[in-house]
Structures are given as structure tokens and as C-alpha cells.
């Protein structure tokens, strides 16, 4: 059995801001972020009690200042590294034969805050895992200005601050590691999850409710969930898009992890097969499809809110499925396809962006994917996780815009359980489950 989704993120506070996107689909590396002035100093430079290190947030300040102590003992990125030395860390360098994992840089790029001696401004170990300057990028240009009473975080921004207030670009952070990126050649592949590694799955409002976040969104939009949501939809379709081009450059091919992982690992049942019975559409029985749950849910989103351009995504996107699915493609062609294709999704992420959002287009949505039951269930389980964690999202905006709806949440919760073993994935199940959820919304 392989690790299902345990992600039901009802009911927390969430909520902040965004705008602007970086374009950077010249897939050119964005390479360290650490230049001759922005070195790391390493997270012990934000303990002290004064600082991010209190014990009971405070609500005086600008900011809450124990975001170390929440980062320490509730977030799982102040475990990164440790869970190298445990079992299953060590499991993974065995069949690797990488020697130790906590000395792998094929590991430590996600695990932990392990910069070269000429990108430290200080002495600190990477022992401490993902710790603040993984997310907040390097601090010793803003670390001196950014508590001075009139610090504006647009300016700790040109002194490397990362901008997490956009959403855009926190999404593309958080998927540099949970998804893979060319910063630093991060990436997770079959190799690695056939050696134990989890299967990167990821959605930005769930993941962060589920974190906790150590911080307060500031913004008064009710709806803010969903856009967090959207956005964070359309960033990671860009990602994978540009991901498949960069495999499709070099390394193994076909790359395993780019498909539906269960179409090869599910149990066989014989005669009452659902797969059987519903016919393979779309591909050559026994070939295992592209995974398109970055594409599945969100379309539905794209289409609301620019038609035209979710037809050219439809096309593009359904263009890399089946090279990628015919299982020996000229691999030019599937990277050319694929950066088309997330030079689409760049597009709709500004539009997406700068859509409004308003309580009708949630109920909408929340509606039009639910009604897709069949199409999304045949896609997979993957694409079942997304529009679980999605309609589950969108519901939690909805309820915080005043539209609770208790039945609602009950069949949403049942919906996770049928994502809760994937090689015991039941496409039919899951539909009707997810009908259930669509006969509650009025
Ligand atoms: C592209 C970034 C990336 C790389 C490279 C990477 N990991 Fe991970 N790893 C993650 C993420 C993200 C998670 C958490 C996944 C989740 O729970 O959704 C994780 C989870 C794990 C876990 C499970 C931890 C737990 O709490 O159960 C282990 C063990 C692990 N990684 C080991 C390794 C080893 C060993 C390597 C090197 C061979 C490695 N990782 C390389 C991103 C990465
Ligand atoms: C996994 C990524 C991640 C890690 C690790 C992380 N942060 Fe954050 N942090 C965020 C995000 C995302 C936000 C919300 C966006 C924002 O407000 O800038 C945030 C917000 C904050 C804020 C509030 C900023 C404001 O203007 O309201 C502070 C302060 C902060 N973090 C400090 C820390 C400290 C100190 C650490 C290390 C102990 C840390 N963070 C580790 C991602 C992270
Ligand atoms: C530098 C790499 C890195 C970045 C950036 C990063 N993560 Fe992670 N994340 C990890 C690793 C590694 C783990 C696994 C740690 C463990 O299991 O102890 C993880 C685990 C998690 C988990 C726990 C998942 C589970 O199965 O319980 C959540 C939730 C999460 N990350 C959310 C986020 C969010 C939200 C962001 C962006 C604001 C983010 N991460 C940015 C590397 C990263
Ligand atoms: C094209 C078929 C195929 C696809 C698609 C595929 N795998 Fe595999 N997987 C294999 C094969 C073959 C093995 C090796 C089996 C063996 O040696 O017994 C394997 C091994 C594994 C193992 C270790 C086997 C075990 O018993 O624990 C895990 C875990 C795994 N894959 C997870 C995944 C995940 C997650 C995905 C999607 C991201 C995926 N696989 C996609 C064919 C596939």
C-alpha cells in the first residue's frame, strides 16, 4: 500500500494577500539566491525571545514573534533533516548507495539549509532542516534593516527578503520543493520513491493550513482561501509543465513519477475491474497515462475565467498527455509541447491573479467541479487527491464568506477516505462519493 492523503485542513484559520507573478519561463535557472550580498545566517540569528522566539504570540507587535517557536516544535520542515538519519532515510541511501542521506546534496536541497561556505555570512549547521531563510531567502542584507520601526517589506524585498506576500511567488517556493525545480537540480524521481521516498503531491491552501503557518494573513478578503487556492493551481500546472521538459531533456525516460502512479500499482480484481469496465478511454489499454491532476481540477477554473485560453491549455496540455503517454515520443517534441503549454498556464496565472473573487464564482466552482465526478475519477487517483483538497478549500472559503453548510462538510469528509489508500483507488467509488458532495450544494 503507498502513502495516502491525510490532509483534512477543515475548518482552520487561513487567510492574506497577493498580486504579481515572475515570469520566468525562460526555464533559465533562477540559480542560488544567494549573491556577494545576500549570504544566509542561519536560523539561530532569529531565536531569541525578543525576536521570532517568543513562547505565546503577541498581538501588539507587527508581527507575532514566536514564529520560531511554532516553527520548531509544530512545523515538519524543523524535522527535514533529522528524518535523513531515521529509518527510512536510511532505508533510501542503502538503495541508493549514496552513502549517508544527511551528507547527500541530492538530498539536502529540500531537507535542510545546506548553502556552500561562500553563501554563509555566518557559521550554522543544516542539522536545523528547512528553516526560516529556506522560505525567506537569504537574510544578512535585511536582517539589520528589517527591524527598524520603519522597515517596509517592499524594500526588505530589494535586499532579498522572498516576496511570500505573493502568492505567486510563494507558491513557486514551496513547490521548488514539493514538486522539484532546476534551482539546484530538486527533484524527486522514481528512483527515489521505488527507494522509499513519499510521492510529491501538493496544494497550497490545504498544505499551508496543515503546516501551521507561524503567521497572521493580513488580508480582509473573506475569500482569500480561494484565491490561494487558484493561484496556487495554476502555479504548480506551470511547474509540472516545465518539470516534464526538463526530463524530457535528459535522464531516464520514460520517467515513471511523471505518470499515474496507479495504473501500475493497483491490485489486479479480476472480473469486476472498474478500469476494464470503463474501457481505457483515451489510451491503449495497459499503457500507463500522464498524470494530469495538475490540470483536471483547475481547468474548470481556467474556463470560468477565460474561456479561449482554457481551450488553448485543453489542447496544449492534452498534447504532452499523449506524447507522454505513447510511452516513446521524440522527447524534443514533449518539451517543446510542454513549454508551450506552461507559457499558457503563465497566462491564466496572471488572469487567475487578477480575477475577482466573489462568493457566487465560489459556490460556482465548487459546483462545476463536484458535477465533474466521472471525468475526474477516470483520471486517476492523483487527480481524485486534487479535487478532494479542492472542493475541500473552496468549501472553507464558502463557509468563511458565510455559506456553511454542515451536510456539505460531511461528504467531504467522507471523500478523503476514498483517497486514503491509493492502491486501493476505486474510480466509481469515488465518483459517487463525490456526487454525494454535489446533491448537498444548493
Ligand atoms: C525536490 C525536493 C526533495 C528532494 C530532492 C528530496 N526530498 Fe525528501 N521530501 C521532500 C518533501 C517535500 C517531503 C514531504 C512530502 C509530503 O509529506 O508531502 C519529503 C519527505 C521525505 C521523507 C519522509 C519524511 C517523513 O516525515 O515521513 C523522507 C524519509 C525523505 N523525504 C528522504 C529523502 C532522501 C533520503 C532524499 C535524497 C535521496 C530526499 N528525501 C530528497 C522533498 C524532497
Ligand atoms: C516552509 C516555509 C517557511 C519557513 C520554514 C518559515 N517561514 Fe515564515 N513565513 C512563510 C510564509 C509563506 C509566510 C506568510 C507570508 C508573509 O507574511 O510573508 C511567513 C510569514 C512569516 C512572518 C510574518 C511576516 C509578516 O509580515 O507578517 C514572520 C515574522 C516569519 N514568517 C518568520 C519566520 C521565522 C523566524 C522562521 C524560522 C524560525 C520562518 N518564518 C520559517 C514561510 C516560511
Ligand atoms: C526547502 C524545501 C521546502 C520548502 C521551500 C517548503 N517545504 Fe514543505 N516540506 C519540505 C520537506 C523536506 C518536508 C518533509 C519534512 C518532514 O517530513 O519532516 C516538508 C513537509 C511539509 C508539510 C508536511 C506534510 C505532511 O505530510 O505532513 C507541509 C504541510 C508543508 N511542507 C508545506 C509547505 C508550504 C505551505 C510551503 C511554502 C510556504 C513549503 N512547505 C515549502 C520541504 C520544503
Ligand atoms: C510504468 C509503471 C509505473 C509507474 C507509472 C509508477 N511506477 Fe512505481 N514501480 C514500478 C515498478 C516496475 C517498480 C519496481 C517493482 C519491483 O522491482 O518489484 C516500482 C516500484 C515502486 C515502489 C516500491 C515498491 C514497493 O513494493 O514498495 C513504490 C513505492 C512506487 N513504485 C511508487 C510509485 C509512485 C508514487 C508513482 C507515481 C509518482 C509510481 N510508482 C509510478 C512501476 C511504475
Redesign the pocket.
Known amino acids: 500500500m ?1 502513502g495516502g492523503l491525510c490532509l483534512s485542513a477543515s475548518g482552520q484559520s487561513r487567510g492574506a494577500l497577493d498580486e504579481h507573478a515572475r515570469a520566468l519561463l525562460a526555464v533559465a535557472s533562477t540559480g542560488d539566491m544567494a549573491t556577494v550580498n545576500h549570504k544566509y545566517v542561519g536560523p539561530g540569528s532569529c531565536s531569541a525571545v525578543a525576536c521570532h522566539g517568543g513562547i505565546q504570540p503577541r498581538m501588539s507587535t507587527k508581527v507575532l514573534q514566536n514564529e520560531y517557536s511554532t516553527w520548531v516544535s509544530q512545523d515538519k520542515h524543523a524535522r527535514g533533516y533529522a528524518v535523513l538519519t531515521e529509518p527510512l532515510g536510511r532505508q533510501m541511501s542503502s538503495i541508493l548507495k549514496i552513502g549517508p542521506a544527511e551528507k547527500a546534496q541530492r538530498c539536502l536541497v529540500c531537507h535542510a539549509l545546506s548553502e556552500p561556505q561562500e553563501a554563509k555570512a555566518r557559521e550554522f549547521d543544516a542539522s536545523e532542516g528547512v528553516s526560516c531563510e529556506s522560505c525567506h531567502g537569504p537574510a544578512s542584507a535585511w536582517l539589520g534593516p528589517h527591524i527598524q520601526a520603519s522597515a517596509q517589506h517592499v524594500d526588505m524585498v530589494k535586499l532579498g527578503l522572498i516576496d511570500n506576500k505573493n502568492l505567486a511567488v510563494r507558491s513557486e517556493e514551496c513547490l521548488s520543493c514539493h514538486l522539484g525545480s532546476a534551482r539546484k537540480d530538486m527533484q524527486v524521481d ?1 528512483e527515489m ?2 527507494a ?1 521516498h513519499p ?1 510529491l503531491t501538493f496544494e497550497l491552501d490545504s498544505f499551508t493550513a496543515v503546516e501551521p503557518p507561524h503567521w497572521v494573513e493580513k488580508s480582509k478578503d473573506p475569500l482569500f482561501g480561494m484565491r490561494a487556492w487558484g493561484v496556487g493551481q495554476a502555479v504548480q500546472l506551470r511547474e509540472s509543465m516545465l518539470r516534464v521538459a526538463r526530463r524530457a531533456q535528459s535522464g531516464p525516460w ?1 520517467e ?2 511523471e ?3 496507479i ?3 493497483h491490485s489486479l480484481t479480476g472480473p469486476e475491474s472498474w478500469r476494464q469496465k470503463s474501457g481505457y478511454e483515451g489510451h491503449r489499454a495497459g499503457d ?1 497515462p500522464y ?1 494530469l491532476s495538475r490540470f483536471i481540477v483547475f481547468r474548470h477554473f481556467a474556463g470560468e475565467i477565460d474561456a479561449a485560453g482554457d481551450q488553448e491549455l485543453g489542447r496544449e496540455v492534452g498534447q504532452v498527455a499523449a506524447l507522454v503517454t505513447s510511452m516513446s515520443p521524440d522527447r524534443g517534441a514533449v518539451e517543446a509541447a510542454a513549454k508551450r503549454a506552461a507559457r499558457t498556464a503563465d497566462k491564466l496565472l496572471g488572469e487567475v491573479r487578477d480575477a475577482q473573487y466573489d462568493q457566487a464564482r465560489t459556490e460556482r466552482l465548487l459546483k462545476v467541479i463536484a458535477n465533474d465526478a466521472d471525468a475526474i475519477s477516470r483520471q486517476g487517483e492523483r487527480a481524485a487527491e486534487q479535487a478532494t483538497m479542492s472542493v475541500d478549500s473552496l468549501y472553507i472559503a464558502d463557509m468563511k464568506a458565510g455559506g456553511p453548510n454542515a451536510a456539505t462538510r460531511t461528504a467531504i469528509d467522507q471523500l478523503f477516505a476514498q483517497v486514503k489508500n491509493p492502491s486501493g483507488y476505486n474510480a466509481p467509488m469515488f465518483a459517487a462519493q463525490m456526487k454525494r458532495v454535489a446533491a448537498t450544494l444548493r
Open positions: 503507498m522514481h520513491i521505488a522509499g510521492d520514460p515513471f513519477s505518470m499515474d502512479c495504473t501500475c500499482h500507463p498524470n
